[in-house]
């Protein structure tokens, strides 16, 4: 089940991504470019550290071995996509 928080989150991302995608389009400088960019890799790094986290609280908390083992290959299968 998805938590409204986590819905909230994905969707405050997308829209810092498409503003960013229009600062982008709206000046295509050297300067603008690396400027986009490190924004960029900065919402990443936070959506990804939060993503671990969640994913941590989840399989710290699940008491069935078989449902950690399910949590750690849907994790483990993410990365290996990514």
Sequence with gaps: MVEMVAL???LV???AITQLSHTLLAEL???NVLRVGLMLVTM???YFAAGA???HHRFVHAQDPG???RIAYTYLHVL???
């Design 8 to 10: 909230f989150f994905d």
């Design 13 to 15: 991302f997308v829209l």
């Design 29 to 31: 400088s050297p300067a």
């Design 44 to 46: 990443w790094w936070l």
């Design 53 to 55: 986290e969640h994913a």
């Design 67 to 69: 449902r950690q083992a």
């Design 80 to 82: 290996i996509v990514a």
